[in-house]
C-alpha cells in the first residue's frame, strides 16, 4: 500500500512540475532566461570537473621519468606485488 501511494506520489509531482513548467515557458523571455542559466551552469560545471581532474590526477611525471628520482626508480623496479600474490592464491 505504501508503495502504491509512493509511486502516485511521484507521478502526480512530475506531471505537477511538467504543467507548471510547460506553462512558464510559453513566454519567450522565460525560455531565453532557461537557456542562458543552463549554459551557465554547464561551464561552471565544466570548470568544476576540469579542476578536479587536474587536482586528483597529478601525472606530472607520466612517460617522463627523471632519473635522479632514486625513490621513484626504486618503486618502479620493485614492480607490483599484488599480480604475483594473486597468481599464487589461485595456484593454490
Same mark, same amino acid.
Given at each position: 500500500?505504501?508503495?502504491?501511494? +509512493? =509511486?502516485?506520489?511521484? $507521478?502526480?509531482?512530475?506531471?505537477? $512540475?511538467?504543467?507548471?513548467?510547460?506553462?512558464?515557458?510559453?513566454?519567450?523571455?522565460?525560455?531565453?532566461?532557461?537557456?542562458? +542559466? =543552463?549554459?551557465?551552469?554547464?561551464?561552471? =560545471? @565544466?570548470?568544476?570537473?576540469?579542476?578536479?581532474? +587536474?587536482?586528483?590526477?597529478?601525472?606530472?611525471?607520466?612517460?617522463?621519468?627523471? @632519473?635522479?628520482? =632514486?625513490?621513484?626508480?626504486?618503486?618502479?623496479?620493485?614492480?607490483?606485488?599484488?599480480?604475483?600474490?594473486?597468481?599464487?592464491?589461485?595456484?593454490?
Amino acid at each position: 500500500m505504501k508503495q502504491k501511494t +509512493l =509511486i502516485s506520489t511521484v $507521478a502526480v509531482s512530475t506531471i505537477g $512540475a511538467g504543467v507548471v513548467t510547460s506553462y512558464w515557458l510559453k513566454d519567450k523571455t522565460n525560455r531565453q532566461k532557461v537557456k542562458g +542559466l =543552463i549554459g551557465r551552469m554547464k561551464s561552471e =560545471i @565544466s570548470k568544476i570537473t576540469n579542476k578536479k581532474q +587536474l587536482d586528483s590526477f597529478p601525472v606530472d611525471k607520466a612517460g617522463n621519468p627523471d @632519473s635522479k628520482d =632514486i625513490e621513484d626508480n626504486k618503486m618502479v623496479s620493485e614492480g607490483s606485488m599484488y599480480p604475483v600474490q594473486y597468481y599464487d592464491k589461485k595456484k593454490k
